[in-house]
């Protein structure tokens, strides 16, 4: 019986070139590919694949965000993030969420294969390299101060980022002030830089 994979990638030439990878194996049928984290999420529910294959930083949602939705949802669905960013950041808070898999672009296809394979089995598949980094260092920032750095270190204004959350602006630089402190940041585009880096946005 093969496994059926959806491939969420934003950029088009990456996801072609997964698609054609995996398509070779003999038990992997690609179930579809979104270009954006929306489609994604509609893709999944509509096809319920047995693995996502995502990437991190995509519009309209991350694969992080998918992933905390398709738990939310309690879909029955094992997600593998695929991505260049060897962030210890990404990965703690991938593996919190059930990420199934953490693997980066530059590994071999035959070992993303076998990868989705195991996952597909109940096993879980992180690079081992990445994974001893991501216990040296936690995340000091909770969701919603992480949310409000995101759309500061973009260049929206406070009152944009209250819009957006429906808040209020004293509480949005609340939010950023306590970020900021707790990068050690002079500003807010600093801490949203910081945060960034450490794979904590």
Do not use: C, H
């Not at 593998?80 to 991938?94: D, V």
């Not at 909770?142 to 980022?161: C, F, K, N, P």
């Not at 609340?174 to 904590?200: D, V």
């Amino acid at each position: 019986m093969s496994i059926r994979v959806v491939i969420a990638e934003d950029q088009a030439m990456v996801r072609g070139a997964l698609a054609a990878l995996l398509a070779i194996e003999s038990d992997i049928e690609i179930a579809g590919q979104a270009r954006d984290g929306r489609e994604a999420l509609e893709m999944v529910l509509r096809t319920l694949p047995d693995v996502l294959l995502t990437d991190i930083e995509m519009p309209e949602a991350t694969g992080l965000e998918l992933a905390a939705e398709i738990g939310r949802r309690r879909l029955p669905v094992r997600v593998a993030i695929l991505t260049t960013f060897a962030r210890p950041g990404y990965l703690r808070r991938a593996l919190d969420l059930g990420v199934s898999g953490y693997l980066l672009k530059d590994a071999p296809a035959a070992t993303l294969a076998n990868a989705i394979r195991r996952i597909r089995a109940g096993g879980r598949v992180v690079d081992p390299e990445l994974a001893a980094e991501a216990w040296t260092e936690a995340d000091p920032l909770t969701d919603r101060e992480r949310q409000v750095l995101r759309y500061a270190g973009e260049g929206a204004t406070s009152a944009e980022i209250a819009a957006r959350l429906e808040l209020s602006e004293g509480t949005v630089r609340n939010y950023l002030s306590e970020a900021i402190g707790k990068l050690g940041a002079g500003n807010r585009t600093e801490a949203a830089r910081l945060a960034r880096q450490k794979g904590w946005l």
